[in-house]
């Protein structure tokens, strides 16, 4: 299990590559701190969801950070 900060910080640093911070930031007129504050928000749940699979071998953390980033940004885009 990883730790808190890293999952946030793996959460920041996809969300830049994948253009979801820029999303959130120019479409969506969130500040940093809202984002950010978003973002933690979003390990959380990820983190709950994610203790459930430890033992699961097909379960890629890196994977799934991008598969949750990706329907938490279809909700946004779609709201």
Known sequence: MTSHITTIQEFTLR??????????FNQKNMS???IFNLFEEWS??????????LMDPDWFYYD??????????DEYENA
């Open 15 to 24: 969300a830049y590559e994948l253009n979801i911070f820029d999303f959130l």
């Open 32 to 34: 940093r701190d809202e």
């Open 64 to 73: 799934e950070i991008d598969a949750f980033l990706g329907a938490k940004i």
């Open 44 to 53: 959380d749940e990820f983190e709950k969801e994610e203790e459930k699979h």
